[in-house]
């Protein structure tokens, strides 16, 4: 797990490490991650024997998967809101615990591990839980590198726990998918633990997330009725406002339906930019735009919308939660100063949205080509793998999702400037010179873009040395991504310099070493690595 220095303000109920930007997870959320994590391996096993009986309960499943999705955004909580991710776990274990009982006496056949849980109850203080996640370790054995492979196997779960929320809120909730992460946690319990069973899980996680993906993609097209190339705004007019911000659609949509005919404008933010080009959103006169460009920017856009704001599910909303005031929020664990919205009712946003005091003005800016033709783009796919299998094309580059940030824009605008006439980039962000760039915008919607590379190479080797995989982003799900590129054998694989708010740099080491994952430097330097290879 993180492993951190910092000083930490007793007065302030805030991360004071990660806003002090000096470090990625403090020591003090790092204690309570590795005892949140104690309990969700000592709940795997009584989670998994109960399925074997035939017991379920589809809250406990949903908690369960809740707690691993909201372990993405450990930077984002104070000690007070992620000690309470704790206690709602070791509450669920307590009921699973006394489930088991009733069905089987646990004395004649305890495992040695559950005998050794820490020494928490309900009226732990968080102090005490600090200490207790300083001195209890998530396996036995203290072996660095050990850990190292503990660590990734995490952020592989993490990944795919924030998936199957999205797919769910999309379809049914997958099961299968579940049960095979309470395996993968259970497997921790294990006193003789290798790190070839740790990369057999990561393996096995890793590629079931990208499916998941897939499987996401497929419904998300389904239930908003496709998608389309369009213009979308990024003006503002005069009125009352409601700004929505995150991963969660489905809320966006319901925010949409229950302001219809009200005079109340609706404008996505972050990762909901897509939501323009597809069809069941566009139906709604007042879905205005797209607030902001930039994702990393919640505060200031925060801070100068002048309506209400829905905060839903996100694994870098970067708030701090230092703006307090008209901000809702869906998520599982809702910061202090924040209303959590009970059931979906969202009554009380659009309240305090008219009693806001809304754009007193307009303002004009430039507009975003977003979405794609897929006849076009199957079209495209396959003159690029007929130049790629003719000869008449020696490489392709395929570059992810916008990051958003300054160096990565100037990065990969260099890059594709610096393209040979026999080579050819996919861009799922940037665009680049129309005669060797394929410039493709899913709005930073990940199952989008890898739908469309499965479509990509369902007809060509994505093993080829000629494929060079650039990941432009660094969170769980790119990082799980990243894995499972490798996994399948992808040989030519750059990514972004991750910060240490998201992976430890020691653990990263492991991407680079084991997975043979290289980090940018300069375009010219990883071009020339390129084209000698």
Do not use: W
């Not at 998994?48 to 309960?57: C, D, E, F, P």
């Not at 369960?64 to 993405?72: C, D």
């Not at 919308?305 to 664990?333: A, Q």
């Amino acid at each position: 797990m993180t492993n951190n220095n910092s000083k930490r303000n007793e007065n302030i109920d805030v991360n004071e490490c990660v806003s002090r930007a000096t470090c990625s997870v403090s020591p003090t959320i790092a204690a309570l991650e590795n005892l949140a994590v104690i309990v969700l391996k000592h709940l795997s096993f009584y989670l998994l024997k109960l399925h074997k009986a035939g017991v379920r309960n589809s809250q406990i499943q949903h908690e369960f998967v809740n707690i691993l999705a909201t372990m993405t955004a450990l930077n984002e909580f104070s000690d007070h809101e992620f000690y309470a991710v704790v206690r709602k776990g070791y509450f669920i274990l307590e009921e699973a615990k006394k489930r088991y009982s009733d069905i089987e006496i646990l004395a004649y056949n305890t495992p040695d591990f559950l005998k050794h849980f820490p020494d928490f109850n309900e009226h732990t203080t968080l102090a005490k839980a600090i200490r207790l996640g300083e001195n209890n370790s998530i396996i036995p054995d203290k072996d660095f590198e050990l850990n190292k492979f503990v660590t990734i196997l995490l952020i592989a779960l993490q990944s795919i726990s924030l998936n199957l929320i999205g797919y769910s809120n999309l379809s049914e909730f997958d099961e299968d998918i579940y049960y095979q992460i309470l395996s993968a946690i259970n497997k921790l319990n294990n006193p003789q633990i290798s790190k070839q069973i740790l990369k057999d899980e990561i393996r096995e996680i890793t590629l079931l997330d990208m499916n998941l993906q897939i499987k996401i993609a497929k419904q998300f097209l389904q239930y908003y009725g496709g998608i389309s190339k369009v213009e979308v705004s990024h003006s503002t007019r005069a009125g009352k406002a409601i700004l929505v911000s995150g991963n969660n659609f489905s809320n966006l949509y319901d925010v949409l339906l229950i302001t219809q005919g009200k005079n109340i404008d609706v404008y996505s933010h972050s990762n909901l930019l897509i939501a323009h080009a597809m069809s069941k959103f566009r139906e709604f006169e007042h879905f205005q735009g797209h607030y902001g460009s930039k994702t990393e920017n919640c505060i200031l856009d925060f801070a100068t919308f002048p309506g209400s704001i829905l905060m839903t599910k996100n694994f870098r909303n970067n708030t701090e939660y230092l703006y307090r005031g008209r901000l809702f929020s869906t998520d599982y664990i809702v910061p202090t100063g924040v209303k959590r919205v009970v059931n979906n009712n969202f009554e009380p946003l659009v309240e305090e949205s008219i009693k806001a005091k809304g754009f007193s003005k307009g303002k004009i800016k430039e507009k975003t080509l977003l979405g794609y033709n897929e006849d076009e783009v199957i079209a495209k796919f396959k003159q690029i793998v007929e130049g790629l299998k003719n000869g008449s094309l020696k490489r392709l580059y395929i570059i992810g999702i916008d990051a958003l940030t300054e160096r990565e824009n100037v990065y990969y605008h260099e890059l594709m400037n610096a393209l040979e006439p026999d080579e050819f980039a996919i861009s799922f962000s940037y665009e680049g010179k129309e005669e060797n760039v394929l410039s493709i915008n899913v709005g930073n919607y990940i199952p989008l873009m890898s739908r469309l590379l499965k479509i990509l190479f369902e007809d060509y080797d994505v093993t080829s040395p000629n494929i060079t995989f650039f990941f432009t982003t660094c969170d769980v799900i790119s990082l799980s991504a990243v894995l499972a590129m490798s996994i399948k054998g992808v040989k030519n694989i750059y990514m972004t310099q991750c910060l240490p708010t998201v992976i430890n740099p020691m653990v990263f080491t492991v991407f680079e070493n084991e997975y043979h994952v290289k980090a940018i430097t300069t375009v010219k330097n990883d071009l020339k690595e390129i084209r000698e290879e």
